[in-house]
């Protein structure tokens, strides 16, 4: 089933302690987007990517880091976990036209 | 800045009471405007695309209207399985910016 797939699904982590979300998709959009969802303040903006090879900082950029090699994985990174970073954070891709934007299921973290 | 604003914050409706949510919005260069809904721990899920002022969209119980300024979602008689969170967008350049979403609860 085409779509997007976040991994892991939900994870505990230590402050200070390094940590991926992965995220792909099978749509061969050439935009993605990471964002993250918390109680009160919706859906803001982390990174996004264009197409392969380029990226971007969205509204809350500080402390993550995105890379785009291919066109369909996104990978975002905590370098150093704080526990302002608990929260879901939710991956999308739309194609070229803007004309669909899909979203992953989610990554629910929490940082202690 | 895009800005979003959806209103109200919250819906409560009895089952059959048809209702509009507003998502007013100012950006440079609207691409398209999203709806979606959310459920309690699920991802968005993409519902309509709107493209230029005037243009109307529909899906079962659901429309979507686009102004210059703002596009509302009808729910025409609703069930209690549209109850969720409904959230607006705009895409412009490189982004989707959203609206902090309307809660919708429809009560049997």
Redesign the interface.
């Known amino acids: 089933i085409a779509g997007i797939t976040q991994a892991p699904t939900s994870q505990i982590l230590a402050a200070g302690r390094r940590m991926t979300l992965r995220c792909t998709q099978d749509m061969r959009h050439n935009?993605m987007?990471w964002?993250r969802q918390d109680l009160?303040?919706?859906?803001?903006?982390i990174h996004?990517s264009?197409t392969a090879g380029t990226t971007?900082k969205?509204e809350v950029p500080d402390g993550y880091s995105v890379s785009r090699a291919n066109t369909d994985d996104f990978p975002l990174t905590l370098a150093s976990a704080v526990p302002s970073q608990t929260s879901v954070y939710?991956c999308?891709s739309?194609n070229q036209w803007?004309?669909?934007?899909?979203?992953?299921?989610?990554t629910r973290l929490t940082v202690v | 800045e895009d800005q979003v604003t959806q209103s109200p914050e919250a819906l409560r409706l009895q089952e059959g009471e048809s209702s509009s949510l507003n998502c007013s919005y100012t950006v440079s260069g609207l691409?398209?405007l999203?709806w979606?809904r959310q459920d309690p721990?699920?991802?968005?899920?993409?519902l309509f695309?709107l493209y230029s002022a005037g243009e109307e969209k529909e899906k079962e119980r659901l429309k979507a209207t686009l102004t210059k300024k703002e596009s509302f979602l009808h729910i025409t008689a609703p069930k209690p399985e549209d109850s969720a969170t409904y959230?607006c967008?705009v895409?412009s350049d490189?982004?989707?910016?959203?609206?902090?979403?309307t809660t919708v609860t429809v009560r049997a």
């Open positions: 935009a987007y964002y009160g303040l919706g859906l803001r903006l996004y264009n971007g969205g939710f999308a739309s803007g004309t669909e934007a899909f979203f992953g299921q989610g | 691409r398209g999203f979606y721990g699920k991802g968005p899920e993409f695309t959230l967008a895409h490189y982004k989707l910016s959203f609206g902090a979403g």
